[in-house]
C-alpha cells in the first residue's frame, strides 16, 4: 500500500495499467468537461488544491457553465463544446464530469489525447462501452483514472486498511447497506431514465460493487437480485414518459474465492442514523463502519470487546461534506501519480468490474434468475 504525506491510504486489487507519462507540473492544469453538479464539486476541491488550477470549462448547457463559473471564482475559459476545450495546449488533465450517457463518446474523444483524464462513475452506462474503452485505453502512456472516489472516504480507508492487517483471517462476507434519499434533481432530468443511467445499480452502485471486489480480491462470478421501482418518482413525467428507475434492491454477489457479498439499497429511507453501512467478516473478525461517521470498529472471535479505530476526515479537506471529503483526497492521489509517473490506482479495469456487476444484477431483476459473469465474455 502506496501514501504520501497528505494521502488516505489505499487498498487495490485492480489490474495494472501502463504507468503515466512523468510530467513535471505545478499546478496541474486542469479542464473540466461537464460542469453541472458533480463538475462544480470537483472544480471547488481542485480551486482549493495549492497543486492544482482550472483553466477550462466545456459544456453544452448555459446554466452549467455559469454554475462552473461560479465554482471556480476566478476567471477560466468556456466552452460549448469538449473538442475546443481538448484543442488547447496548455492543459494537464480532463475530468469527465458530464451524465452517463455521455461518458463512452467523450471518452473516445480524450483518448486520442496524451492527457491524463479522470472520467466520473459509472466509466459508461453499459458493458459493451466499457470493452471499448478498455481497448482505447490499452497502451496509453497517460494516466487514466476512473471516479470510484467512496474508496477515499476515511473511513472506508480506513477499513481497509485494517482489512489488510488480517485482522479478520479469510475474508468471508462483505455487506453494504445503503439507505439514503431519492435521486436529485439533475440538468434536463436525465437521471430519471435507465436508458441515461445504465440503470440505479449502475449509476449509484458502482461504487458499492467497486468496493466489494476490493474487499473481495478476486473477480465476481454470478449475481443474484431482487429490485423494484415501488416509491420514488411515480407520479412525475417528462415529455409524456415516467421515470423508469429502481428505488430499492437486494444484491448478492458470489466471488470467484469463495467471499460473498451483499448490497441493501433503499432510497426512500433517509429517515435513518446512517447513509451506508459496511461490515466485512472473516473467519478470525469482523469489520464495521459507517458513512457519516469516523471510526472502525474491529472486532476479534472469542475476544471480548471491540476495538474502535479513529478516522477522521483529514483537515487539509476543505470540503468533508463532498462525499466525505473522497472527492478531494481523490485528486490529490491523481495528482500523485500524474507526477510520479505511477499506475492510476483507480483503473480501466475498476471501472469495468464495477459497470459489470451492475448489469448483472439488473439483468437479474430483469429476467428472475442467476446471471453469471461469463455470459459477459468475462471471469
Not at 445504465?198 to 473481495?216: I, S, Y
Not at 470498529?297 to 471491540?306: A, D, I, K, M, Y
Given at each position: 500500500m502506496r501514501s504520501s504525506g497528505r494521502a488516505v491510504g489505499r487498498y487495490s486489487v485492480g489490474s495494472v495499467t501502463s504507468p503515466a507519462t512523468a510530467r513535471s507540473l505545478d499546478p496541474v492544469r486542469y479542464g473540466i468537461i461537464g460542469s453541472g453538479m458533480m463538475?462544480?464539486?470537483?472544480?471547488?476541491?481542485?480551486?482549493?488544491?495549492?497543486?492544482?488550477?482550472?483553466?477550462?470549462?466545456?459544456?453544452?448547457?448555459?446554466?452549467?457553465?455559469?454554475?462552473?463559473?461560479?465554482?471556480?471564482?476566478?476567471?477560466?475559459?468556456?466552452?460549448?463544446?469538449?473538442?475546443?476545450?481538448?484543442?488547447?495546449?496548455?492543459?494537464?488533465?480532463?475530468?469527465?464530469?458530464?451524465?452517463?450517457?455521455?461518458?463512452?463518446?467523450?471518452?473516445?474523444?480524450?483518448?486520442?489525447?496524451?492527457?491524463?483524464v479522470m472520467v466520473e462513475k459509472p466509466m459508461c452506462t453499459t458493458v459493451q462501452d466499457c470493452l471499448d474503452v478498455k481497448r482505447r485505453a490499452e497502451g496509453r502512456s497517460a494516466l487514466t483514472w476512473v471516479g470510484l472516489e467512496y474508496r477515499y472516504i476515511p473511513v472506508v480507508s480506513a477499513l481497509l486498511e485494517q482489512l489488510r492487517t488480517g485482522v479478520c483471517g479469510t475474508t468471508r462476507m462483505v455487506s453494504i447497506r445503503e439507505h439514503r434519499f431519492p435521486f436529485l434533481v439533475k440538468v434536463g432530468d436525465w437521471n430519471r431514465f435507465t436508458e441515461n443511467t445504465?440503470?440505479?445499480?449502475?449509476?449509484?452502485?458502482?461504487?458499492?460493487?467497486?468496493?466489494?471486489?476490493?474487499?473481495?480480491g478476486a473477480e465476481p462470478t454470478r449475481v443474484f437480485a431482487s429490485g423494484a421501482q415501488d416509491v420514488n418518482h411515480l407520479t412525475e413525467v417528462y415529455d409524456g414518459r415516467v421515470p423508469d428507475i429502481v428505488d430499492n434492491a437486494y444484491v448478492i454477489v458470489d466471488f470467484a474465492n469463495g467471499v460473498r457479498?451483499?448490497?441493501?439499497?433503499?432510497?426512500?429511507?433517509?429517515?435513518?442514523?446512517?447513509?451506508?453501512?459496511?461490515?466485512?467478516?472473516?473467519?478470525?473478525g469482523k469489520l464495521e463502519t459507517t458513512f457519516p461517521g469516523d471510526e472502525v470498529?474491529?472486532?476479534?472471535?472469542?475476544?471480548?470487546?471491540?476495538v474502535s479505530v479513529p478516522a477522521p476526515t483529514p483537515v487539509d479537506v476543505p470540503y468533508p461534506e463532498f462525499h466525505g471529503g473522497s472527492s478531494y483526497i481523490e485528486h490529490v492521489r491523481f495528482i500523485d501519480c500524474l507526477r510520479s509517473a505511477t499506475v492510476a490506482e483507480v483503473t480501466v479495469d475498476d471501472g469495468l468490474w464495477s459497470v459489470v456487476m451492475g448489469a448483472a444484477a439488473h439483468r437479474s431483476i430483469d429476467e428472475g434468475?442467476?446471471?453469471?459473469?461469463?455470459?459477459y465474455g468475462l471471469g
Open positions: 463538475g462544480g464539486e470537483h472544480i471547488l476541491d481542485l480551486v482549493k488544491n495549492p497543486d492544482a488550477c482550472v483553466v477550462a470549462l466545456s459544456d453544452p448547457v448555459d446554466t452549467s457553465l455559469e454554475w462552473g463559473v461560479a465554482c471556480a471564482g476566478e476567471p477560466v475559459a468556456t466552452y460549448r463544446d469538449h473538442r475546443d476545450l481538448l484543442a488547447r495546449d496548455d492543459l494537464d488533465a480532463v475530468v469527465i464530469a458530464s451524465p452517463n450517457f455521455t461518458h463512452a463518446a467523450l471518452l473516445a474523444d480524450v483518448l486520442d489525447t496524451d492527457l491524463a445504465g440503470g440505479t445499480l449502475v449509476e449509484k452502485c458502482c461504487h458499492f460493487f467497486d468496493l466489494m471486489r476490493l474487499v473481495a457479498g451483499a448490497l441493501d439499497l433503499s432510497m426512500f429511507a433517509e429517515g435513518g442514523r446512517f447513509e451506508q453501512e459496511i461490515t466485512v467478516v472473516g473467519d478470525r470498529f474491529v472486532g476479534r472471535r472469542h475476544t471480548p470487546g471491540v434468475r442467476v446471471v453469471h459473469i461469463a455470459e
